[in-house]
Structures are given as C-alpha cells and as structure tokens.
C-alpha cells in the first residue's frame, strides 16, 4: 500500500523534511523493526511516498506528516523537538483510528511525550496540589516544573515561586558559607536558574526576585513556614532524608501548588535507605489528589543519544540487582 502527500509550500517541505532530510530518517527510524522498516519513507521533490503492508501503520505515518504540516501553517517554523513530538503522539485512539491534534505546549515549549502532557496537566490541575515528577535526567523534570510555575506567576494564579532543594554537597551546614542565603544556595540551583532564564529576561527574573516573588531556600530553611498562594518546587528531592520531606511536604498551605522532582538512581545521601522521595513514593503515590508521574528513558529531550545512555545504565543496574 502506498500514499502520497504533496506539500504545496516549498518552506513547509524544507522545514518538515530537515536538514539533509534529517527528519525524515527521524520518522523512518520510529517505524524501524529489528533490521527492517515497518512503513518505507521516500521523498521526491516536494513530495513524500509512504509504502507499508501495514494499514494501522501507515495511517500513523500519514498522521505525523498531517500533525507537522499543520504545525509548521500555524507556527511557520519547524524545530526536531516538534518532529519527535509528532512521533510520540502519533498513537491510534480507543477506535485505532489516527487522531489529528495540535501539538501540546506549555507557554513556547512543545511537550514531546504523553507523559510530559500528563505532567503537566497535572501541574495545571487545581485538583493535585501535590504532584511528584520521577525520572532520569533529561526529561525535562525540572525545566517544566519551573515553566509551569512562572505561567502561574503571571497567570495570579499564585503570588510567589518558592524553590528548594537539600544541599547535600555542603552538608545542609550552609551557616558556615560566606555570603548572604541566596548566594549560599545558588550554586546548588544553577539549573533552576537556567529554566528561569529560559522563560524571562535577566531584567524581569533580577526584579521578581527582589520583589520576594521568586524566592530560593534549601530545605533545612522550610522549616516552621506555612507556604500559602504559592508554586513550590521541590528539586532533586532523592536527596532529601525522609524526616526532611515529611517536613516540607507538610509545608503546603491554601492556595498553593508543590512539585517535587527527582531521580531514585541519582541518590547522594551516605545510605540510598535514607532517601525521602523513595519513602514519600511509597505510602503516598496512591493517594487521590496526589499525581505521581514515573519518566523513563522514551522522555528524555536531550540529544537522542541520552536516551541510550540511560537505558545501558538501568540496563547495568538491573543486572548488577539480579546477581546480588
């Protein structure tokens, strides 16, 4: 069985198809099948050629091509991240039949996997003020948690972003670092910084900040407080100790949203038993306005070779586990 689909707009067709045709061989390999191709992809011209035994298969195809088309007429730019997205959505409905969708977004970010759209769904959900984001790095844990939070700042739907995060590398004994508390704790929150700088102008992250509207602390300064009308985000949550989660989840006040990512294979506390989000995963993930969102490796939204690199390391773990 064969389809064709003519791209009338000469841009379209070089956006879609990438340099060198890179997005083609993206969406040729999605369908890639032990050594062979479950749908063969083929370009002429302004034309792309869809040949599949395989009917379900070949509507997906046909759907992705349709889903980039359509992105590239509303947004006149097409970037990788949008072609993997379009892989990743192109998944049949309760009927098998292909759904034609606009590519899910938070603020200028397109979302590249379901579960980065249930992420943040959840996140935008009134109903779980709670939610836990678990994963390996790179998919994008943090960097949305914080893109969620600023559009709730400038929503009014909350009044602050409060961020934290345990200090493991000095200790939590951050009294006997030079310099006033944000400079203690900055250097433990670069990347929270970076997802800032993402998302707003120097300018406008320097004024909220001075304004107490972005405010950063690591965990051991939670203590005491009720967090009201606020978006917390709890990063690198794995090395928190069990009493100090317990602590600061119970910080949560009216009003207010708390996300708390990690990654349970990345803990740096002298004994992994001692880990908070393992023990908070454990008697919390079933609770009802609780949302706990599991990433793995098909999330990660750096270079595709990092997916690889996590899948051989959890490969390793698995096995090293079995021959314990």
């Known amino acids: 069985m064969n389809r064709t689909i003519a791209i009338s707009d000469a841009?379209?067709?070089?956006?879609?198809?990438g340099?060198?045709?890179r997005h083609v061989a993206l969406i040729q390999d999605s369908f890639r099948t032990g050594e062979t191709h479950s749908v063969d992809v083929h370009?002429?011209?302004?034309?792309?050629t869809l040949t599949s035994d395989d009917a379900g298969e070949l509507a997906r195809a046909e759907g992705i091509f349709a889903t980039l088309i359509r992105h590239f007429d509303m947004r006149k730019k097409l970037r990788e991240a949008e072609v993997r997205a379009?892989?990743?959505f192109s998944t049949p409905n309760a009927d098998g039949e292909i759904e034609l969708r606009d590519l899910p977004t938070l603020g200028t970010f397109t979302l590249q996997t379901p579960r980065q759209?249930?992420?943040v769904q959840a996140m935008r959900s009134e109903d779980k003020p709670l939610v836990f984001g678990v994963g390996p790095a790179g998919t994008g844990k943090t960097f949305l948690a914080v893109t969620a939070a600023v559009e709730a700042l400038r929503n009014g739907l909350v009044d602050k972003i409060i961020v934290t995060r345990p200090a493991v590398e000095a200790g939590e004994?951050?009294?006997?670092l030079p310099g006033a508390l944000e400079e203690k704790v900055d250097p433990y929150l670069q990347p929270i910084w970076d997802a800032f700088r993402s998302q707003m102008r120097d300018e406008e992250l320097k004024q909220r900040r001075e304004q107490n509207k972005i405010e950063v602390a690591p965990i051991a300064f939670m203590r005491g407080r009720t967090l009201t009308n606020a978006f917390v985000i709890v990063d690198e949550a794995q090395n928190a100790t069990i009493q100090q989660m317990k602590m600061v989840l119970t910080?949560?006040?009216q009003g207010s949203q708390m996300v708390v990512t990690g990654d349970p294979s990345q803990i740096d506390l002298p004994n992994a038993r001692m880990s908070g989000l393992d023990h908070a995963l454990a008697i919390l993930a079933d609770k009802r306005r609780i949302e706990v969102?599991?990433?793995t490796s098909q999330d990660v939204m750096r270079h595709d070779l990092v997916a690889e690199i996590v899948e051989a390391y959890e490969a390793d773990e698995r096995a090293h586990r079995q021959s314990a």
Do not use: C, D, T
């Open 293 to 295: 969102v599991r990433f």
């Open 43 to 48: 370009v002429s011209g302004n034309e792309v």
């Open 251 to 253: 910080r949560l006040g």
């Open 117 to 119: 759209q249930r992420y």
């Open 86 to 88: 379009a892989i990743s």
């Open 173 to 176: 004994r951050l009294g006997f």
């Open 11 to 17: 841009n379209a067709a070089k956006a879609i198809f």
């Open 19 to 21: 340099p060198l045709h």
